[in-house]
């Protein structure tokens, strides 16, 4: 009786040792599961036990006691004073590792992408900023095996971005914000932090998203078209509505936005009869051109992609731009069309 008493006290002690061990692991877990971006600052002279505590406030680590265990165990980690850029999605071996690395926000530059701007344009940018040349990071997003991975790595990306007929894979795709990136950054670590915020952005739309008729390759393609069309916010439901009539109803969707891509032309300059005519995957201005440009013209905002998941509740099929203003007038007949050329062309 005694024997069989012991082995229960084992079993339970070591039931009770292994409990323990779980919940220390599943304490150092990431506190999200999606990205969620925080600064965090450790105060010079700061001890262990306050930056653990500040964490934890933060709702930047699981649990302290977890965290306090770790650091004991890993007496090489030297916690940095600074300002660090931190993610609720990482664990805690990977926060405290950033905290020692010492890659301060000191050691970072800001730049700002704006929306409807072209890849080449963001491309440029970067060149100047990091000093890459810009045919060494057109040909990092053009590299079928980095595409790849990509594919892997993001579900809204799929094998749209690998079509031969793109002139750049990833436009429409990086999304236009205001980033903070490390000098040293990579091209890689500027591409996947500005898609993780594409991914953050398409998150607040996934009901829409998952209903459209449309995938989200089409979708940022519709966006980028509105974009570039609506000079005025309040426009861009109605573009979105036209773009749809006229996939629905089998027409040309005519966009001359379209036309100045594919002949690789900025919107200042000026089309030819040639460019208006040309046959290739972007220009939607043919009228034996029908459904969407291979993909995205620019990099839509999220007001864009708003619009193209929540077109207007109208029937417009046309719409002409006031030149003075960029004000959009739109129009339900081609008859209505013409007349609004002769009143603000």
């Known amino acids: 009786m005694k024997k069989r008493q012991i082995i229960i006290v ?16 599943y304490g150092l877990t990431p506190v999200s599961k999606k990205s969620d971006k925080v600064t965090f600052t450790v105060s010079s002279g700061s001890s262990t036990k306050s930056v653990v505590n500040d964490l934890y406030e933060a709702k930047i680590i699981k649990s302290k006691i977890s965290s306090m265990v770790y650091v004991k165990f890993n007496s090489d980690l030297m916690i940095q004073a600074g300002t660090y850029e931190l993610d609720r999605s990482l664990s805690t071996k990977e926060i405290f590792e ?46 079928t095996d980095y595409l790849n991975t990509l594919i892997d790595k993001y579900e809204f ?44 952005v398409l998150d607040n739309y996934s009901a829409s998203l998952k209903t459209s008729d449309y995938n989200i390759h089409e979708i940022l393609t519709i966006a980028s078209i509105i974009e570039n069309e609506s000079m005025i916010a309040e426009d861009r439901d109605e573009v979105s509505q036209v773009i749809y009539k006229r ?47 291979v993909g995205p013209i620019c990099n839509p905002s999220e007001a864009s992609i708003n619009a193209a998941l929540n077109p207007s509740d109208t029937d417009y099929v046309y719409f002409y731009a006031e030149i003075a203003t960029g004000k959009l007038h739109f129009a339900k007949t081609y008859s209505e069309f013409q007349e609004l050329i002769r009143l603000y062309s």
């Not at 749209?160 to 670590?189: M, Q, R």
């Not at 919107?267 to 969407?292: M, Q, W």
Request: with cysteine; hydrophobic share 40%.
């Open 10 to 25: 084992v079993i339970c002690i070591l039931v009770v040792i292994l409990f323990i061990i779980g919940l220390y692991f």
């Open 157 to 200: 990306i799929d094998e749209s971005i690998l079509n031969s007929d793109l002139y750049y894979p990833l436009e429409g795709y990086l999304f236009p914000s205001t980033y903070e990136f490390y000098k040293d950054a990579s091209i890689k670590d500027i591409i996947e932090k500005m898609l993780d915020k594409t991914k953050n």
């Open 98 to 143: 950033m905290l020692s690395s010492g890659k301060v926000l000191n050691d970072t530059m800001t730049i700002t992408f704006i929306e409807g701007k072209r890849v080449t344009h963001y491309v440029k940018l970067i060149s100047e900023k990091f000093g890459y040349t810009e045919s060494d990071i057109l040909s990092v997003m053009s590299d």
């Open 247 to 293: 996939l629905d109803t089998n027409m040309s969707l005519g966009m001359d936005v379209t036309t100045y891509y594919g002949a690789r032309k900025e919107l200042s300059e000026e089309l030819t009869k040639v460019d208006l005519n040309e046959i290739n995957a972007y220009n939607t201005r043919p009228t034996s051109f029908l459904g969407l440009p």
